[in-house]
Protein backbone atom coordinates (compact mmCIF):
# COMPACT_ATOMS: atom_id res chain seq x y z
CA UNK A 1 0.00 0.00 0.00
CA UNK A 2 0.71 3.45 -0.10
CA UNK A 3 1.54 5.71 2.67
CA UNK A 4 -2.16 7.70 2.31
CA UNK A 5 -3.99 4.29 2.10
CA UNK A 6 -2.51 3.01 5.00
CA UNK A 7 -3.23 6.30 6.99
CA UNK A 8 -6.82 5.94 5.72
CA UNK A 9 -7.05 2.81 7.66
CA UNK A 10 -5.47 4.18 10.08
CA UNK A 11 -7.63 6.47 10.43
CA UNK A 12 -10.58 4.00 10.40
CA UNK A 13 -9.17 1.97 12.84
CA UNK A 14 -9.27 5.02 15.41
CA UNK A 15 -12.92 5.90 14.30
CA UNK A 16 -14.23 2.29 14.81
CA UNK A 17 -12.69 2.66 18.46
CA UNK A 18 -14.92 5.96 19.30
CA UNK A 19 -17.79 4.28 17.78
CA UNK A 20 -17.16 1.47 19.93
CA UNK A 21 -16.61 3.45 23.03
CA UNK A 22 -19.66 5.16 22.59
CA UNK A 23 -21.19 1.81 22.36
CA UNK A 24 -19.64 0.81 25.93
CA UNK A 25 -17.70 -1.57 24.40
CA UNK A 26 -13.72 -2.11 24.20
CA UNK A 27 -12.94 -4.49 22.13
CA UNK A 28 -10.09 -6.77 22.63
CA UNK A 29 -9.42 -9.42 20.13
CA UNK A 30 -8.67 -7.78 17.06
CA UNK A 31 -7.10 -10.88 14.64
CA UNK A 32 -9.41 -12.78 12.32
CA UNK A 33 -13.13 -11.91 10.98
CA UNK A 34 -12.97 -9.12 13.66
CA UNK A 35 -11.10 -6.29 11.26
CA UNK A 36 -12.43 -6.51 7.98
CA UNK A 37 -12.18 -3.95 4.64
CA UNK A 38 -15.11 -3.74 2.96
CA UNK A 39 -15.85 -3.03 -1.07
CA UNK A 40 -16.04 0.45 -0.73
CA UNK A 41 -12.77 0.56 1.12
CA UNK A 42 -13.81 1.17 4.24
CA UNK A 43 -12.23 -1.02 7.43
CA UNK A 44 -14.69 -1.73 10.01
CA UNK A 45 -14.30 -3.74 13.41
CA UNK A 46 -16.63 -6.19 15.35
CA UNK A 47 -16.55 -5.77 18.94
CA UNK A 48 -15.67 -8.81 20.29
CA UNK A 49 -14.71 -9.63 24.25
CA UNK A 50 -14.87 -6.58 26.70
CA UNK A 51 -11.28 -5.37 28.03
CA UNK A 52 -10.78 -4.76 31.61
CA UNK A 53 -7.90 -2.09 31.72
CA UNK A 54 -7.03 0.20 29.08
CA UNK A 55 -3.73 -1.75 29.08
CA UNK A 56 -5.67 -4.90 27.31
CA UNK A 57 -7.47 -2.04 24.86
CA UNK A 58 -3.83 -0.04 24.15
CA UNK A 59 -1.83 -3.42 23.42
CA UNK A 60 -4.65 -4.86 20.81
CA UNK A 61 -4.83 -1.27 18.83
CA UNK A 62 -1.22 -1.06 19.00
CA UNK A 63 -0.51 -4.32 17.69
CA UNK A 64 -3.49 -3.77 14.79
CA UNK A 65 -1.74 -0.01 14.01
CA UNK A 66 1.70 -1.58 13.52
CA UNK A 67 0.29 -4.42 11.40
CA UNK A 68 -0.98 -1.65 9.16
CA UNK A 69 1.87 0.89 8.76
CA UNK A 70 4.28 -2.20 8.21
CA UNK A 71 2.42 -2.95 5.29
CA UNK A 72 2.78 0.75 3.76
CA UNK A 73 5.82 1.51 1.56
CA UNK A 74 7.19 4.27 3.66
CA UNK A 75 8.70 4.32 7.02
CA UNK A 76 7.77 7.91 8.41
CA UNK A 77 4.44 6.29 9.37
CA UNK A 78 5.41 3.86 11.22
CA UNK A 79 7.92 6.01 13.03
CA UNK A 80 5.11 8.77 13.94
CA UNK A 81 2.77 6.05 14.77
CA UNK A 82 5.33 4.63 17.46
CA UNK A 83 5.21 7.95 19.04
CA UNK A 84 1.81 8.56 19.07
CA UNK A 85 1.19 4.78 20.60
CA UNK A 86 4.37 5.44 23.18
CA UNK A 87 3.02 8.97 24.40
CA UNK A 88 -0.50 7.83 24.68
CA UNK A 89 -2.30 8.27 28.52
CA UNK A 90 -6.08 6.70 28.01
CA UNK A 91 -7.85 5.85 24.76
CA UNK A 92 -9.36 9.21 23.76
CA UNK A 93 -5.73 10.53 24.08
CA UNK A 94 -4.52 7.60 21.40
CA UNK A 95 -7.22 8.56 19.06
CA UNK A 96 -6.07 12.23 19.16
CA UNK A 97 -2.72 11.36 18.58
CA UNK A 98 -3.10 8.73 15.68
CA UNK A 99 -5.44 11.25 13.68
CA UNK A 100 -2.62 14.01 13.65
CA UNK A 101 -0.05 11.62 13.03
CA UNK A 102 -1.80 9.64 9.83
CA UNK A 103 -3.40 13.36 8.24
CA UNK A 104 0.14 14.64 7.45
CA UNK A 105 -0.22 11.15 4.72
CA UNK A 106 -2.78 12.31 3.07
CA UNK A 107 -5.15 15.35 1.33
CA UNK A 108 -8.64 15.27 2.42
CA UNK A 109 -9.27 16.13 -1.19
CA UNK A 110 -8.60 13.03 -2.17
CA UNK A 111 -9.86 10.62 -0.11
CA UNK A 112 -12.73 9.12 -2.48
CA UNK A 113 -10.42 8.60 -5.28
CA UNK A 114 -7.73 6.82 -2.43
CA UNK A 115 -11.30 4.82 -1.19
CA UNK A 116 -11.55 3.70 -4.47
CA UNK A 117 -8.10 2.39 -5.38
CA UNK A 118 -8.39 0.16 -2.03
CA UNK A 119 -11.67 -0.76 -2.91
CA UNK A 120 -9.94 -2.34 -6.24
CA UNK A 121 -7.54 -3.60 -4.56
CA UNK A 122 -10.03 -5.75 -2.30
CA UNK A 123 -11.65 -6.82 -5.29
CA UNK A 124 -8.75 -8.04 -7.07
CA UNK A 125 -7.72 -9.69 -4.43
CA UNK A 126 -10.89 -11.51 -3.87
CA UNK A 127 -10.99 -12.66 -7.37
CA UNK A 128 -14.46 -10.39 -8.52
CA UNK A 129 -15.40 -7.16 -10.90
CA UNK A 130 -16.75 -4.00 -9.25
CA UNK A 131 -19.48 -2.32 -10.59
CA UNK A 132 -17.58 0.65 -11.39
CA UNK A 133 -14.39 -0.08 -12.21
CA UNK A 134 -12.62 3.62 -11.29
CA UNK A 135 -9.15 4.03 -13.08
CA UNK A 136 -6.55 3.25 -10.70
CA UNK A 137 -2.98 4.95 -11.02
CA UNK A 138 -0.05 2.76 -11.68
CA UNK A 139 1.87 4.58 -9.20
CA UNK A 140 -0.44 3.61 -6.13
CA UNK A 141 -0.83 -0.09 -7.17
CA UNK A 142 1.42 -2.37 -4.71
CA UNK A 143 3.08 -4.88 -5.39
CA UNK A 144 1.48 -7.74 -3.48
CA UNK A 145 -2.10 -7.34 -2.15
CA UNK A 146 -2.27 -6.90 1.95
CA UNK A 147 -5.99 -5.90 2.71
CA UNK A 148 -8.92 -8.64 1.83
CA UNK A 149 -12.74 -8.37 2.27
CA UNK A 150 -13.86 -10.81 4.64
CA UNK A 151 -10.08 -12.24 5.45
CA UNK A 152 -7.97 -10.93 8.73
CA UNK A 153 -5.67 -8.10 8.43
CA UNK A 154 -3.44 -10.05 10.74
CA UNK A 155 -2.02 -13.08 8.43
CA UNK A 156 -0.72 -15.76 10.31
CA UNK A 157 1.42 -17.02 7.00
CA UNK A 158 3.13 -14.19 5.62
CA UNK A 159 4.77 -11.09 7.03
CA UNK A 160 5.47 -7.76 5.25
CA UNK A 161 9.40 -7.00 4.65
CA UNK A 162 10.92 -4.43 6.75
CA UNK A 163 13.03 -2.63 4.78
CA UNK A 164 12.39 0.19 2.16
CA UNK A 165 11.98 -2.07 -0.75
CA UNK A 166 10.64 0.68 -2.93
CA UNK A 167 12.61 3.24 -2.79
CA UNK A 168 15.77 1.83 -3.26
CA UNK A 169 18.15 4.72 -4.68
CA UNK A 170 21.64 4.04 -6.18
CA UNK A 171 24.28 4.70 -3.35
CA UNK A 172 26.74 7.38 -4.36
CA UNK A 173 30.42 5.61 -3.85
CA UNK A 174 31.88 6.43 -0.33
CA UNK A 175 34.49 8.66 0.42
CA UNK A 176 36.65 6.39 2.04
CA UNK A 177 36.39 4.36 -0.98
CA UNK A 178 37.89 6.90 -2.88
CA UNK A 179 40.85 7.23 -0.50
CA UNK A 180 41.66 4.32 -0.81
CA UNK A 181 41.68 3.80 -4.44
CA UNK A 182 43.70 6.68 -4.32
CA UNK A 183 46.70 5.19 -2.36
CA UNK A 184 46.58 2.32 -4.67
CA UNK A 185 47.29 4.64 -7.56
CA UNK A 186 49.80 6.17 -5.83
CA UNK A 187 51.63 3.18 -4.89
CA UNK A 188 51.11 1.36 -7.88
CA UNK A 189 52.66 4.37 -9.84
CA UNK A 190 55.72 4.62 -7.11
CA UNK A 191 56.24 0.95 -7.42
CA UNK A 192 56.92 1.38 -11.30
CA UNK A 193 58.50 3.82 -10.90
CA UNK A 194 61.13 2.38 -8.17
CA UNK A 195 61.14 -1.15 -9.89
CA UNK A 196 63.81 -0.85 -12.44
CA UNK A 197 66.55 0.93 -9.66
CA UNK A 198 65.35 -1.85 -7.22
CA UNK A 199 65.96 -4.35 -9.90
CA UNK A 200 69.51 -2.85 -10.62
CA UNK A 201 70.50 -2.85 -7.36
CA UNK A 202 69.46 -6.62 -6.54
CA UNK A 203 70.78 -7.65 -9.87
CA UNK A 204 73.66 -5.88 -8.50
CA UNK A 205 73.92 -7.49 -5.25
CA UNK A 206 73.52 -11.29 -7.12
CA UNK A 207 76.26 -10.73 -9.47
CA UNK A 208 78.55 -10.22 -6.42
CA UNK A 209 77.50 -12.17 -4.64
CA UNK A 210 77.94 -15.19 -7.52
CA UNK A 211 80.75 -13.58 -9.27
CA UNK A 212 82.55 -11.04 -6.68
CA UNK A 213 85.54 -10.50 -9.21
CA UNK A 214 84.71 -9.40 -12.43
CA UNK A 215 86.73 -10.31 -15.54
CA UNK A 216 86.67 -7.17 -16.52
CA UNK A 217 88.43 -5.57 -13.97
CA UNK A 218 91.40 -4.74 -13.67
CA UNK A 219 93.23 -6.87 -11.28
CA UNK A 220 95.30 -4.14 -9.86
CA UNK A 221 94.98 -1.47 -7.40
CA UNK A 222 94.61 2.30 -8.82
CA UNK A 223 97.85 4.66 -8.32
CA UNK A 224 97.80 7.03 -5.52
CA UNK A 225 99.77 10.11 -5.29
CA UNK A 226 103.60 10.14 -4.45
CA UNK A 227 104.86 10.05 -1.28
CA UNK A 228 106.19 13.60 0.22
CA UNK A 229 109.75 14.27 -0.49
CA UNK A 230 111.81 13.36 2.45
CA UNK A 231 113.95 16.60 3.85
CA UNK A 232 117.44 16.90 3.24
CA UNK A 233 119.30 17.00 6.90
CA UNK A 234 121.87 19.65 7.63
CA UNK A 235 125.43 19.08 7.92
CA UNK A 236 126.71 19.25 11.52
CA UNK A 237 127.71 22.16 12.08
CA UNK A 238 131.46 22.70 12.70
CA UNK A 239 132.88 22.59 15.84
CA UNK A 240 133.12 26.06 17.66
CA UNK A 241 130.94 27.50 14.69
CA UNK A 242 129.03 30.36 15.62
CA UNK A 243 125.83 30.21 15.71
CA UNK A 244 123.11 31.62 13.39
CA UNK A 245 120.25 33.99 13.99
CA UNK A 246 116.48 33.11 14.82
CA UNK A 247 113.67 33.62 12.86
CA UNK A 248 110.00 32.70 14.02
CA UNK A 249 108.43 33.08 11.13
CA UNK A 250 105.57 35.54 12.58
CA UNK A 251 105.05 39.08 12.85
CA UNK A 252 105.33 41.37 15.73
CA UNK A 253 101.84 42.35 15.72
CA UNK A 254 98.99 41.25 14.18
CA UNK A 255 94.78 41.67 13.54
CA UNK A 256 94.36 42.79 17.69
CA UNK A 257 97.69 41.78 18.89
CA UNK A 258 100.24 44.66 18.86
CA UNK A 259 103.15 43.41 20.77
CA UNK A 260 104.54 40.30 22.19
CA UNK A 261 107.51 40.14 24.48
CA UNK A 262 108.94 37.86 26.68
CA UNK A 263 111.22 37.72 29.68
CA UNK A 264 112.98 35.37 32.20
CA UNK A 265 111.08 35.73 35.32
CA UNK A 266 113.29 33.94 37.37
CA UNK A 267 116.88 34.93 36.39
CA UNK A 268 118.55 33.87 33.14
CA UNK A 269 118.33 30.19 32.02
CA UNK A 270 120.36 27.38 31.11
CA UNK A 271 119.94 24.63 29.17
CA UNK A 272 119.05 21.08 29.93
CA UNK A 273 116.93 22.67 32.64
CA UNK A 274 113.34 24.13 32.80
CA UNK A 275 113.09 27.53 31.83
CA UNK A 276 110.41 29.93 33.29
CA UNK A 277 109.11 32.56 31.13
CA UNK A 278 106.97 35.84 31.08
CA UNK A 279 104.99 36.82 28.65
CA UNK A 280 103.62 40.32 28.08
CA UNK A 281 100.81 40.58 24.95
CA UNK A 282 99.44 44.00 24.29
CA UNK A 283 95.89 44.08 22.75
CA UNK A 284 93.87 46.73 21.21
CA UNK A 285 91.10 47.67 23.79
CA UNK A 286 88.81 48.27 21.21
CA UNK A 287 88.35 45.09 19.54
CA UNK A 288 86.73 43.41 23.01
CA UNK A 289 89.20 40.56 22.91
CA UNK A 290 88.49 38.20 25.57
CA UNK A 291 91.43 35.83 26.22
CA UNK A 292 94.56 35.71 24.28
CA UNK A 293 96.70 31.76 23.50
CA UNK A 294 100.28 31.06 23.57
CA UNK A 295 103.36 28.72 23.66
CA UNK A 296 106.64 29.33 24.51
CA UNK A 297 108.62 28.15 21.24
CA UNK A 298 112.79 26.46 21.66
CA UNK A 299 114.75 26.91 18.47
CA UNK A 300 117.90 25.10 18.37
CA UNK A 301 120.23 28.01 16.78
CA UNK A 302 123.37 25.37 15.25
CA UNK A 303 120.96 22.51 13.94
CA UNK A 304 117.19 25.03 13.58
CA UNK A 305 115.50 22.45 15.39
CA UNK A 306 112.25 24.23 16.39
CA UNK A 307 110.13 22.66 19.41
CA UNK A 308 106.64 24.46 20.62
CA UNK A 309 105.43 24.09 24.12
CA UNK A 310 102.29 23.69 25.40
CA UNK A 311 99.32 26.21 24.61
CA UNK A 312 98.67 29.01 27.82
CA UNK A 313 95.74 30.69 27.76
CA UNK A 314 95.05 34.12 29.50
CA UNK A 315 91.43 36.12 30.03
CA UNK A 316 91.99 39.64 29.23
CA UNK A 317 89.43 42.37 31.23
CA UNK A 318 87.09 44.48 29.57
CA UNK A 319 88.62 47.19 27.88
CA UNK A 320 92.48 46.53 28.89
CA UNK A 321 95.30 47.06 26.76
CA UNK A 322 97.89 44.12 27.71
CA UNK A 323 97.71 40.79 29.72
CA UNK A 324 100.71 38.99 30.90
CA UNK A 325 100.98 35.21 31.81
CA UNK A 326 103.82 32.89 33.08
CA UNK A 327 105.13 29.89 31.41
CA UNK A 328 107.71 26.77 31.67
CA UNK A 329 109.45 25.12 29.11
CA UNK A 330 112.14 22.69 29.30
CA UNK A 331 115.64 23.43 27.82
CA UNK A 332 117.32 20.79 25.94
CA UNK A 333 120.93 20.15 26.55
CA UNK A 334 122.33 22.52 23.36
CA UNK A 335 125.05 24.58 23.36
CA UNK A 336 123.17 27.28 21.69
CA UNK A 337 119.11 27.94 22.20
CA UNK A 338 116.18 30.44 22.00
CA UNK A 339 113.05 31.29 23.33
CA UNK A 340 110.23 32.60 22.03
CA UNK A 341 106.56 33.46 22.47
CA UNK A 342 104.24 32.48 19.95
CA UNK A 343 100.99 33.34 20.24
CA UNK A 344 98.34 31.40 18.27
CA UNK A 345 94.54 32.94 19.15
CA UNK A 346 92.87 35.58 18.09
CA UNK A 347 95.99 36.01 15.87
CA UNK A 348 99.68 34.68 14.83
CA UNK A 349 102.48 36.66 15.89
CA UNK A 350 105.88 36.08 17.71
CA UNK A 351 108.03 38.22 20.07
CA UNK A 352 111.42 38.55 19.22
CA UNK A 353 113.62 35.39 20.30
CA UNK A 354 115.42 35.04 23.83
CA UNK A 355 118.74 33.51 23.85
CA UNK A 356 120.25 30.98 26.14
CA UNK A 357 122.78 31.14 26.70
CA UNK A 358 122.70 35.45 26.49
CA UNK A 359 126.37 35.61 24.93
CA UNK A 360 129.71 34.06 23.46
CA UNK A 361 127.47 30.61 22.15
CA UNK A 362 128.95 28.35 19.78
CA UNK A 363 128.20 25.37 18.24
CA UNK A 364 129.47 21.93 19.85
CA UNK A 365 129.79 18.86 17.68
CA UNK A 366 129.30 16.89 21.19
CA UNK A 367 125.73 18.31 21.28
CA UNK A 368 122.79 15.52 21.00
CA UNK A 369 121.21 17.27 18.30
CA UNK A 370 124.31 17.82 16.32
CA UNK A 371 123.69 16.88 13.06
CA UNK A 372 119.68 16.87 13.49
Not at 171 to 198: C, D
Request: overall charge negative; some cysteine; proline content about 10%.
Amino acid sequence: MTPAQAALLVTDVVDQLELAQAEGCHPTSLRGDAVMVSESGQLTIECTGNARSWDEVHDAVAGLLRQIATNGRGAALADRLDEAIADSSDLADLVRRVRLAAATEFDPSEVERRRSQIAALVSTVMGRARPETPVVEPADVPIQPLLTTGSSLASNGWHPPAGKVWHRKKRRPSRRRGILVLVALLLLIGMVWAAPKAWSELNRGWHTLLDPVESSMQNQISPVSPPPPVPEVAPPPEAGAQPGPVHTAHPAAAGPITQVAATFANGACEAGRSCTMRVDVGVDPGANVAAVTWNLTVYDRCTGVVQPGGDVTVPVPPGAREAYGIGNVALPPDSALAVAAVTTAPAASASEPVYVPAENATCSDGSPRAGG
